[in-house]
């Protein structure tokens, strides 16, 4: 699990090829395994491959949506806000399983916020829900873009480990 975790970064680059329907189920029921407050399982996702769709998410935010363009598929993750009052952190790590899941199969990923983000017409989070006819009492966290790297990002080694991070028994 380290050595995945290890080479695990974000991907921003992707090759056209698109990813069989396998291996997006494959990545999907990582997230379906996640833990849930109470076991509540409010995570939802949208999975989108049709690139006018995936350019119009990026657009929701002024920046940091690059991610998106050369994606093959993009995979939104919504939570029912009615159901679970710790909602951000149910989604991050169902989001979170997936992008290890996505490294595991030589995959490549990035984390697109769009809670708390905005373009210029507004809110990314309710452009999102109008795009992709999400109801309203769903929060968008992120979404993952997702394909075949085409970036050479450096795998983390043991030096890029800051254990002055941790304290043990007192801070
Ligand atoms: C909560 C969160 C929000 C992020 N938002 C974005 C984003 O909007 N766009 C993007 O390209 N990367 C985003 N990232 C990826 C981070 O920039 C990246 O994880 C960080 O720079 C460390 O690089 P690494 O993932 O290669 O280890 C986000 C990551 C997290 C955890």
Redesign the pocket.
């Known amino acids: 699990m380290l050595e995945i975790i290890k080479s695990?970064?974000?991907i921003?680059k992707f090759k056209e090829e698109k990813l069989p329907k396998e291996i997006i189920v494959e990545i999907l029921k990582a997230g379906l395994l996640a833990p849930t407050s109470k076991n509540k399982k409010p995570v939802e996702f949208v999975v989108v491959e049709d690139k006018e769709t995936i350019v119009k998410l990026k657009e929701c935010?002024n920046k940091?949506?690059?991610?998106l363009t050369t994606a093959a598929c993009a995979i939104v993750v919504a939570c029912d806000c009615d159901k679970s009052d710790v909602w951000v952190e149910d989604s991050?790590i169902a989001a979170s399983y997936m992008q290890l899941q996505i490294e595991e199969l030589g995959l490549g990923s990035?984390?697109?916020?769009m809670r708390k983000?905005f373009n210029d017409n507004g809110d990314a989070e309710n452009q999102v829900r109008n795009i992709l006819n999400i109801p309203d009492c769903y929060g968008i966290v992120?979404i993952l873009a997702i394909g075949y790297k085409n970036d050479d990002?450096r795998p983390?080694d043991e030096n890029d480990i800051d254990v002055s991070k941790v304290h043990y028994e007192k801070y």
């Open positions: 695990r970064r974000s921003r935010k940091g949506g690059d991610g991050s990035v984390w697109i916020q983000r992120c990002m983390y």
